[in-house]
């Protein structure tokens, strides 16, 4: 007898624990752009969106930096459809904006293995921008592969997949307003 596969209804039932709630996000972003607006006072600032997972975070973190600012996007490919990165990262779409000589600060949504931000800000030293930061909303740090650390960061999270508030599996659950560990029996695509 085959075992029938639960279906996802793509919503907050489908996780085994909220990790985060809107609230302690909305919070801790306000206390971010506080460190991040003070850090830059008195400098333009070009903020780098690591697209797709730090889409939510960053748009709303730019609208409450006290600094002039400048957004770009840069996309990385590291899962795919998994829950494990498979292969190195690459860079998948670069910069349209000139950063020789600017103040960049790179918004991912969680540094993790460490392998995609590092491959990243390699990427983006080429560029000979004047400084260079990193800015995240989750750090998973037992599960560092790379001797890497964010010059921001919101929070601290277990090694769990996590989703939700722009963070996805197979492009689903980006819409979740908390971020929560995905049970298990969800982590597998038909």
Do not use: W
């Not at 085994?16 to 909305?26: C, G, N, P, R």
């Not at 103040?103 to 030293?125: C, F, P, R």
């Amino acid at each position: 007898m085959e075992t029938l596969q639960p279906i996802p209804n793509f919503s907050e039932s489908d996780l085994e624990a909220i990790l985060l709630s809107k609230e302690q996000i909305d919070e801790r972003i306000d206390s971010l752009a506080n460190e991040i607006s003070n850090s830059y006072a008195g400098k333009d600032l070009t903020v780098v969106c690591v697209l797709s997972g730090a889409l939510v975070f960053t748009a709303d973190l730019i609208r409450k930096l006290d600094v002039p600012t400048r957004l770009d996007c840069i996309r990385a490919d590291s899962y795919a459809d998994a829950t494990e990165s498979s292969k190195p990262p690459r860079i998948a779409s670069s910069l349209k904006t000139d950063i020789a000589g600017k103040n960049v600060l790179v918004v991912d949504d969680i540094l993790d293995t460490g392998k995609t931000l590092s491959a990243i800000i390699s990427h983006l030293e080429e560029f000979e921008p004047s400084s260079l930061k990193t800015c995240v909303l989750l750090d998973k740090k037992e599960r560092r592969q790379v001797d890497i650390e964010a010059d921001f960061s919101g929070f601290d999270i277990p090694n769990a997949f996590v989703v939700g508030y722009g963070l996805d599996f197979a492009e689903h659950y980006r819409h979740l307003p908390c971020i929560g560990a995905l049970k298990a029996e969800f982590q597998i695509l038909p």
